[in-house]
Antibody, heavy 115, light 113 residues
Framework: EVQLVESGGALVQPGGSLRLSCAAS????????MSWMRQAPGKGLEWVAN????????YHVDSVRGRFTISRDNAKNSLYLQMNSLRAEDTAVYYC????????WGQGTLVTVSS | DIVMTQSPDSLAVSLGERATINCKSS????????????LIWYQQKPGQPPMMLIS???TRESGVPERFSGSGSGTDFTLTISSLQAEDVAVYYC?????????FGGGTKVEIK
């Protein structure tokens, strides 16, 4: 069974940093693109970033480029999102998703940016 | 960026009746190399992550009830729930995966009338 478990969400002040992690199991992690998506409270879905199977290609939505970095460790079956210079508008549930398109999603981890 | 526009924003349908949700993309999602439409439909119930129902515009995921069907090609797509059940109350999103940035429709909330 495919499992994606996110962790690392917290309350952080504007300008702060967080690192989100996603532990994957139930599939061959190293053979899939992986993605981060987010959903602000009461709002719709937004793609944040995705990364190729071997980590050689990474893409980020314009609103986070230069502040967030997606990465992965295939030996640990783990996906990461380093989030710097956080803003109030980054407040959301962040989901780890399997695949370029995100065909399986984890339960999400809440990031709240507030003073 | 490809803009995805869903309609209606919300929909109230009687149990057992048909529900139809539309999704329009600002450019074609049809690949000429493989004749595939790069469109996904998701269902999201309150407090849960989205669940993929349909990919490739019309291919149902394993375990998804047959009352859910997807149709359309190019820029115009439809999700149909042929006979609405109580457990289908949710928000439905379309998403294009033709290329980055991946983009979603604004969502359609389906309720029971």
């Amino acid at each position: 069974e495919v499992q994606l478990v996110e962790s690392g969400g917290a309350l952080v002040q504007p300008g702060g940093s967080l690192r989100l992690s996603c532990a994957a199991s139930g599939f061959t992690f190293s053979t899939y693109w992986m993605s981060w998506m987010r959903q602000a409270p009461g709002k719709g879905l937004e793609w944040v970033a995705n990364i190729k199977e071997d980590g050689s290609e990474k893409y980020h939505v314009d609103s986070v480029r230069g502040r967030f970095t997606i990465s992965r460790d295939n030996a640990k079956n783990s996906l990461y999102l380093q989030m710097n210079s956080l803003r109030a508008e980054d407040t959301a549930v962040y989901y780890c998703a399997r695949g370029f398109s995100g065909n399986r999603w984890g339960q999400g981890t809440l990031v709240t940016v507030s003073s | 960026d490809i803009v995805m526009t869903q309609s209606p924003d919300s929909l109230a349908v009687s149990l057992g009746e048909r529900a139809t949700i539309n999704c329009k993309s600002s450019q074609s999602l049809l690949s000429s190399s493989n004749n595939k439409n790069y469109l996904i439909w998701y269902q999201q119930k309150p407090g849960q992550p989205p669940m993929m129902l349909i990919s490739g515009a019309s291919t149902r995921e394993s375990g998804v009830p047959e009352r859910f069907s997807g149709s359309g090609s190019g820029t115009d797509f439809t999700l149909t729930i042929s006979s609405l059940q109580a457990e289908d109350v949710a928000v439905y999103y379309c998403q294009q995966y033709y290329g980055n940035p991946l983009t979603f429709g604004g969502g359609t909330k389906v309720e029971i009338k």
